[in-house]
């Protein structure tokens, strides 16, 4: 055993592992040990990976330091979508009906920036060129829901205010003479564009919960969602956004864009599947919409450029590099001890799951998931093709921790 720092070294040929005093300095080593590989000539930085069953929690450690090191990297986090605006929209829709047009849901919508003004573009110039069309469009969007921002919290407007045939006010402030007139003009031309857009808006949403109310099954709820999702512009946002992300580069958001929305497809397919010929029940929709979202990862592929790619050991999508390190791996990480969590147990699930259909399932027992992990600790030792490195660190937030 080779004694280096406040660490200890066995080395096995191609395989190596460490112990460290604590998280920081193994993460340190690790990118030193990633700097010197690179800098031999012998490898570059695609060729290499970091593998951790904690990267959500090491990340703000681990960032830092590779930008420290001037190392470029490839984090796959693989975010959740439950915090895309499509939820955003989806929410105040139906909130803007239960609470009958109160102002917090009005804004919601409309600042989610994915309805209503791409249904605008059609008033402005540049009609050959569609992206510049759209994102003038977006600009006047912004400028006019400022204004009308302003002119809702002056007059107070919300509920009925809304939805009655009577025209909005805004009253001028009192300013020098000089500047009245020219100060009328301008007030005249938000309120004109004020109530344009809640006319828009009205026009649109009323229909939709009326008939909304009428309806008798979920199929029939659903479609009309999505005929309103349409109508409101949100599909058009989803290009632009996505289309917009690619022309300035982003090809991770471009992709999330796509995801997410046939995410959102697919969710309505299978809400319809299961609920179809029940009757709708928006809080039920809602709840399995946000937990959908909630379980739902984006699948971000690695750039192409010369990174070290940084990955889950849960992962499924990395595989075999020339060198692999393996960070983290005290008692209890890999194998991971799985307890029993949530409402019923693991009997009560397999009771339950013997009586489902085929096609419908339940999150796995503890057993279930204990078993992958054999499996989990093979595809770590085959995560590379010359070299593996395997750490771990003595202390955590003052603990003493053990090694696998």
């Known amino acids: 055993m080779k004694l280096?720092?406040?660490?200890?070294?066995?080395?096995?040929?191609?395989?190596?592992?460490?112990?460290?005093?604590?998280?920081?300095?193994?993460?340190?080593?690790?990118?030193?040990t990633i700097k010197t590989l690179v800098d031999s000539g012998k490898y570059r930085y695609q060729d290499i990976q970091i593998l951790s069953r904690n990267l959500e929690?090491?990340?703000?450690?681990?960032?830092?330091?590779?930008?420290?090191?001037?190392?470029?990297?490839?984090?796959?986090?693989?975010?959740?979508?439950?915090?895309?605006?499509?939820?955003?929209?989806?929410?105040?829709?139906?909130?803007?009906?239960?609470h009958f047009w109160r102002y917090h849901d009005i804004m919601n919508l409309l600042r989610?920036?994915?309805?209503?003004?791409?249904?605008?573009?059609?008033?402005?110039?540049?009609?050959?060129?569609?992206?510049?069309t759209l994102?003038?469009?977006?600009?006047?969007?912004?400028?006019?829901?400022?204004?009308?921002?302003?002119?809702?919290?002056?007059?107070?407007?919300?509920g009925k205010d809304w939805i009655s045939s009577k025209t909005w006010n805004y009253q001028v402030e009192n300013i020098d003479e000089d500047s009245l007139s020219s100060r009328e003009v301008l007030v005249h031309q938000q309120l004109t564009q004020a109530q344009e857009l809640r006319e828009q808006i009205v026009s649109l949403l009323e229909p939709f919960y009326k008939k909304l109310d009428k309806v008798e099954t979920t199929k029939e709820a659903i479609t009309l969602l999505y005929q309103l999702l349409e109508k409101i512009g949100v599909t058009e946002a989803f290009l632009y956004w996505r289309n917009h992300a690619a022309n300035i580069?982003?090809?991770?958001?471009?992709?999330?864009?796509?995801?997410?929305?046939?995410?959102f497809l697919k969710l309505l397919e299978e809400y319809v599947y299961i609920f179809g010929d029940e009757p709708f029940d928006w809080e039920i929709f809602q709840l399995l919409l946000h937990t959908g979202f909630e379980h739902t990862h984006y699948n971000m592929a690695p750039s192409t450029l010369d990174q070290l790619t940084c990955t889950g050991i849960d992962?499924?999508?990395?595989?075999?590099?020339?060198?692999?390190?393996?960070?983290?791996?005290?008692?209890?990480?890999?194998?991971?001890?799985?307890?029993?969590?949530g409402l019923m147990t693991d009997?009560?699930?397999?009771?339950?799951?013997?009586?489902?259909?085929?096609?419908?399932?339940?999150?796995?027992?503890?057993?279930?998931?204990?078993s992958v992990e054999p499996f989990l600790f093979y595809k770590v030792l085959t995560s590379a093709t010359e070299k593996l490195y395997l750490s771990m660190h003595h202390t955590d937030k003052g603990s003493k921790l053990k090694p696998i």
């Not at 994102?135 to 919300?158: C, F, M, P, V």
């Open 4 to 32: 280096l720092l406040n660490r200890t070294s066995r080395k096995i040929e191609a395989l190596q592992w460490t112990t460290y005093e604590d998280e920081r300095q193994e993460i340190q080593e690790t990118l030193a």
């Open 112 to 132: 989610s920036e994915y309805c209503f003004w791409p249904l605008n573009r059609a008033n402005l110039e540049n009609k050959h060129n569609e992206e510049v």
């Open 57 to 98: 929690e090491q990340q703000t450690l681990l960032q830092p330091l590779l930008e420290t090191y001037q190392i470029p990297y490839f984090m796959d986090l693989s975010d959740t979508m439950e915090h895309h605006p499509l939820i955003q929209v989806l929410d105040a829709i139906f909130a803007i009906q239960k």
């Open 315 to 341: 992962s499924v999508r990395y595989s075999p590099k020339k060198v692999t390190f393996v960070i983290g791996l005290s008692q209890g990480v890999l194998p991971r001890m799985e307890e029993e969590s």
């Open 135 to 158: 994102r003038d469009a977006l600009i006047h969007y912004r400028q006019t829901l400022d204004e009308t921002e302003t002119i809702i919290l002056a007059q107070g407007y919300e």
């Open 347 to 370: 009997e009560e699930r397999e009771y339950l799951l013997s009586k489902l259909d085929s096609g419908r399932f339940l999150h796995p027992t503890t057993i279930q998931k204990q």
């Open 249 to 263: 580069g982003d090809i991770q958001t471009a992709r999330r864009q796509d995801q997410v929305w046939n995410e």
